[in-house]
């Protein structure tokens, strides 16, 4: 019995190889899985080794496998090591990785818990062959349980999470749209109104931000009504809990020039007056984009 238990558990081991030495060349070739899915896939092995030392389940197995451990704890060592080299190369596969690990640390969290509720219904501190102690075994099981699914958890909500690759292009976009403002208000002060509207005309200097970042973008005229406010907020966060495990931008810019970001975990968070400044609007900026706004000007006339 105990020989027909170890191989069904390497079969589930030597599938999950397989699988990854065998997968298709274009699907290797995805996006690399970010630092939180190979977190993930690298503590939860570790931690269900040391919740078990801690509740004792090691000394209950020792005795009822027939098999020498030490060869076996080498091979699985070897076989989650290759796992985890190979799904380096796909995010996916990092997080199929990690929710197999996950399996196995539910299995033995289970196994945890049957043996230590077990002895404390039979009203002894020991099973045979070996005692039992479920003042360690229950606490331990029920830590490595609620671990590992956060553990998992955290694999499948990162998974396509990628904020920092449109970050600078994104806070160059936001200082050319800034400039394409301020340019426009220095051209309309000498309106016979006196009136500066708070959204420069359509054009395609200006239209072009909005077309990439029109979904997070507010602009709000500020209270004389001449100037205006810029709101760059976040993208996606992986939902509640792990959006505090990651950090985006959030800008706000002005006819100042001053661009001022934070970082923030949710979405909608807007930055507020008094953040730090980041990037500042300069005099080249403006003048760039005082010469488009001519141009389109006199494109429009003609």
């Keep these: 019995m105990g020989e027909r238990r170890i191989m069904r558990k390497f079969g589930i081991v030597r599938a999950v190889i397989l699988i990854l030495l065998f997968s ?8 690399p899985p970010g630092p939180q899915i190979l977190l993930a896939e690298v503590l939860i092995l570790p931690v269900m080794i040391l919740l078990s030392l801690i509740g004792g389940t090691y000394a209950v197995r020792k005795v009822s496998q027939d098999e020498r451990p030490h060869r076996r704890g080498i091979l699985l060592v070897l076989g ?4 985890i080299l190979v799904s380096a190369a796909h995010e996916g596969l990092g997080a199929v990785v990690a929710v197999v690990f996950g399996i196995i640390a539910l299995k033995r969290g289970g196994e945890m818990l049957m043996w230590g509720f077990g002895a404390l219904k039979r009203k002894q501190r020991e ?3 070996v005692g039992v ?14 671990v590992t699914l956060f553990l998992m958890g955290m694999a499948a909500a990162f998974v396509g999470y990628w904020p920092g690759i449109d970050q600078n292009r994104r806070e160059r976009a936001l200082v050319e749209y800034m400039a394409s403002k301020m340019a426009y208000i220095r051209l309309s002060e000498g309106d016979a109104d006196g009136v500066v509207p708070s959204v420069p005309p359509e054009g395609p200097l200006t239209d072009r931000f909005f077309d990439h970042y029109g979904d997070i973008v507010k602009v709000v005229s500020d ?15 992986p939902f509640f809990p792990y959006n505090y495990l990651t950090a985006q931008p959030s800008y706000r810019g002005d006819e100042t020039g001053d661009i001022r970001m934070i970082y923030v975990h949710h979405s909608d968070r807007l930055c507020p007056e008094d953040a730090p400044v980041v990037l500042t609007v300069n005099d ?3 003048e760039r984009a005082m010469e ?8 429009e006339d003609t």
């Design 127 to 129: 099973t045979e062959p």
């Design 80 to 83: 989650a090591i290759l796992a």
């Design 292 to 299: 488009g706004l001519t141009e389109e000007k006199t494109g």
């Design 133 to 146: 102690s479920p003042g360690r075994m229950i606490p331990a099981g029920i830590i490595l349980m609620l």
């Design 284 to 286: 080249e900026d403006i």
């Design 223 to 237: 209270e004389g009504g001449e100037g205006f406010i810029v709101y760059v907020l976040p993208g996606e966060f």
């Design 24 to 31: 298709p060349a274009p699907a290797l070739a995805n996006q």
